[in-house]
């Protein structure tokens, strides 16, 4: 039987909160990576409004070579007192996290 479902590319007509609007219809989001809801949370977007405005839309390049920002730095160092720990290090997505520490260990 088939089921005549594509599920790619699926257009979300609202914010990316835990209920989202697709196709009109209010859908709770069971595939976002917003595991905390934070995404639209109102201090969240007015620090991105502010991130913005100091450093523009993005690095412009890689962490490695000159995509390391002062609020980077003070995100590590803060999540390093959080957890304890001697460092930590922040990427950018779940895909780069794989990357970089399955490599590492490998």
Not at 6 to 28: L, N, T, W
């Amino acid at each position: 039987m088939a089921v005549e479902l594509y599920p790619y590319f699926r257009i979300i007509e609202s914010a990316q909160d835990p209920e989202v609007i697709m196709d009109g219809k209010k859908m709770i989001m069971v595939g976002s990576n917003n595991y905390l809801g934070l995404t639209n949370h109102p201090k969240v977007k007015e620090a991105s409004i502010e991130a913005v405005k100091k450093y523009g839309t993005g690095c412009a390049g890689s962490r490695f070579l000159n995509g390391t920002l002062d609020i980077h730095v003070k995100l590590e160092e803060k999540l390093t007192r959080f957890i304890r720990k001697e460092d930590a290090l922040v990427f950018s997505t779940g895909f780069q996290v794989n990357l970089g520490v399955i490599s590492a260990l490998t």
